[in-house]
């Protein structure tokens, strides 16, 4: 996988590791695959997350900018370590930014179909990252690994978000937040992300949440 622009800067000349460990299953038989809710009327879809060097990234066309902060654990840098992995995060009003670093000699595994997302919409349900597809929802994502003393750069949104791109390959979703009329709803909404991690053989969940801390009028 490609790292994210802004997030490659950051690990300097450390190199990023996207390997799967096992290969992704099929959907579950007999069960109907659900239709995800179409997008509202003139709402902005979003194809894959174009990363930016800005330090608040936007579209275009976004008629407000968001502000936020991170709440758990809090943070002032949106980072977070413990002897075995180091976080940084980048929210954004289209998906969440991520870059995590294996501190050990040893490898890790995230465990995308163990992961929760919590929307700021209060919905929760699965997580999708960068290689995820609409015709993905129902398949078993295959873990990531991350070897020792490596970094991992992946962006997450709700598996939810996910839009039909009408048989073409991109990955089409809906923001996370709107960026049009309707963005001063969601001043003091939170979101965030429980990611679990296969640390020697043993699952660990390690919680994120954000808060819109301020919608501005551009």
Not at 87 to 100: A, K
Request: proline letters at 10%; hydrophobic letters at 40%; a negative charge.
């Amino acid at each position: 996988m490609k790292s994210l622009p802004l997030l490659a800067a950051l690990a300097a000349a450390a190199s990023l590791s996207g390997c799967a460990s096992s290969p992704p299953g099929g959907a579950a038989p007999g069960v109907a695959a659900p239709v995800a809710p179409p997008a509202a009327e003139g709402q902005t879809l979003v194809s894959g997350a174009s990363d930016s060097l800005a330090s608040a990234p936007e579209s275009a066309a976004a008629l407000y900018r968001y502000r936020f902060t991170q709440v758990l654990p809090g943070s002032e840098r949106f980072t977070f370590q413990d002897r075995d992995l180091s976080f940084y995060f980048r929210p954004s009003p289209n998906v969440l930014y991520f870059q995590v670093e294996n501190r050990q000699n040893r490898p890790v595994w995230i465990e995308w179909d163990r992961s929760v997302f919590h929307d700021p919409r209060e919905g929760t349900g699965q997580v999708a990252h960068s290689p995820t597809r609409w015709a993905d929802r129902f398949n078993v994502q295959a873990p990531t690994q991350i070897t020792g003393l490596q970094r991992y750069s992946d962006y997450v949104l709700p598996m939810d978000y996910l839009v039909d791109p009408a048989g073409s390959d991109q990955q089409l979703h809906r923001p996370l937040l709107p960026e049009d009329t309707t963005a001063p709803q969601f001043s003091d909404k939170e979101f965030g992300v429980d990611l679990v991690f296969r640390i020697e053989d043993q699952p660990r969940t390690y919680s994120f949440r954000f808060k819109v801390a301020s919608v501005i009028p551009k």
